[in-house]
């Protein structure tokens, strides 16, 4: 199943199916469906993850008792897209880095014999289409695609074979870094260095923009391959605006596959229902480009995975922070 959040007429965060393309709203799957009260789509996806062992099951049933009582399809553009887990609904951020050996290439890094990870906080996470902001500071904004895994169940010192049974399934996820202040050296100018760890590059507000696809865990398989690709989208005062090609990676070049990285994380950290991990991102990024390419205010970046969707977001500067404070 491919599960899709959205925002409903009323401003309120839910959940549907995807169904060839379109949407069976949250409300179709409660009124012709006849949705266990247990599963409640006003909720969020995140709140049922791990909530009754069936609940995949049970979503299922009732997208077909839907279907057959005639229940309407929307297009997607009918309703605003959220987070597939929103900030209140995902737990803990673990992202690993260099897992794409060509990625470790191009920064003259070589791979590592163990997984390499960081964190982020949910503070970071927005949805398709809002906007993400340049802090105060930076000017070296880049991008990375990333296929995000969520946790379904309490995960603690777990086999690579068992590492499966533990995935609820998978999201698209953008990394976004400020490479100057994770202390890249084309992206310093003279006399300049980086913070000597990643918490403000990879962690500061907006910096994991997430699709609204929840691509359930036999739906996609990361092992056989499924194409990364993200995009460079010029602003009005750079260009055109034509999408510029930036990544093109595979799942399938991992250095260390889904069951090797909850099985490797679950030794010391204990994984819950909703935690997130970002796996890694391929070559391609700007930093890495001769000459580096960042981007601007006014851009847009595209993050695609082959079988899950997509997430797009405009680049704010801090000066035009929307967000109201509080």
Not at 165 to 193: C, F, I, K, P, T
Not at 229 to 255: E, K
Not at 272 to 299: H, K, N, Q, S, W
Request: hydrophobic content about 40%.
């Amino acid at each position: 199943m491919r599960l899709y959040a959205y925002y409903d007429r009323s401003g309120d965060e839910r959940f549907g199916v995807l169904v060839g393309g379109r949407l069976l709203t949250g409300s179709q799957l409660e009124k012709r469906g006849r949705l266990h009260p247990a599963i409640d789509t006003h909720m969020g996806l995140g709140f049922q993850i791990g909530f009754e062992d069936d609940w995949l099951g049970e979503l299922r049933r009732a997208t077909k008792r839907a279907l057959k009582a005639g229940a309407p399809l929307l297009d997607l553009d009918q309703r605003r897209p959220a987070a597939a887990l929103n900030q209140i609904q995902a737990g803990k951020v673990v992202c690993v880095g260099l897992n794409y050996g060509d990625h470790a290439r191009e920064g003259g890094r070589a791979t590592p014999d163990r997984p390499m990870l960081f964190s982020k906080f949910t503070n970071a996470i927005v949805g398709d289409g809002d906007p993400v902001i340049r802090p105060e500071g930076t000017r070296a904004l880049d991008l990375e695609v990333e296929l995000g895994v969520v946790i379904g169940a309490v995960t603690r010192r777990v086999t690579p074979d068992e590492a499966p049974d533990h995935v609820a399934g998978y999201v698209v996820l953008n990394d976004v870094s400020a490479r100057d202040w994770q202390g890249n050296a084309a992206a310093l100018r003279e006399g300049e260095r980086g913070d000597g760890q990643w918490l403000r590059a990879k962690g500061s507000d907006t910096f994991l923009p997430m699709g609204p696809v929840f691509a359930t865990a036999d739906e996609v398989d990361p092992r056989a391959g499924l194409a990364l690709r993200s995009w460079r989208i010029p602003g009005a005062g750079d260009g055109p605006g034509t999408p510029v090609p930036m990544q093109d990676g595979n799942t399938a070049d991992m250095l260390y596959d889904v069951p090797a990285l909850v099985s490797f994380i679950s030794r010391t950290i204990t994984l819950e229902p909703g935690d997130l991990i970002a796996t890694g991102t391929p070559a391609g990024v700007g930093v890495f480009r001769d000459p580096p390419v960042f981007l601007e205010p006014g851009d847009r970046m595209r993050c695609e995975i082959e079988g899950i969707g997509v997430v797009e977001n405009p680049i704010v500067d801090w000066t035009e922070d929307p967000r109201p404070l509080p």
